[in-house]
């Protein structure tokens, strides 16, 4: 393996160890529709600096796309990427495992 997909890896992984990442990650992968800031914070009852810093960098990981409009009040939507949607059978999966390992 390269360096790069080594720094790569590493960088990921760092991300998705962060607080509310997966929780994040799970609504775009599950409801892929366009998500707005105050829905994902109402929902995940998330801080909003913690949700704005998550959304940062899932944007810089190409994990979600953010999309300003040029509208008053100015509104922002956020969308899961291909990228991100691939990890829906990831969720499906664990939610499987879940259950059958439930007590």
Request: hydrophobic content about 40%.
């Amino acid at each position: 393996m390269q360096c790069t997909d080594m720094a790569t890896k590493s960088t990921l992984f760092e991300l998705m160890g962060k607080a509310h990442t997966i929780a994040i990650l799970h609504e775009f992968a599950v409801e892929p529709e366009p998500w707005r800031f105050n829905e994902l914070k109402d929902r995940l009852n998330i801080s909003p600096n913690t949700l704005s810093e998550r959304l940062s960098e899932l944007v810089d990981a190409e994990l979600v796309a953010r999309h300003p409009y040029n509208e008053i009040p100015p509104r922002v939507e956020y969308e899961a990427t291909p990228k991100a949607r691939e990890l829906e059978s990831v969720f499906e999966d664990f939610h499987d495992w879940m259950l059958r390992h439930e007590h």
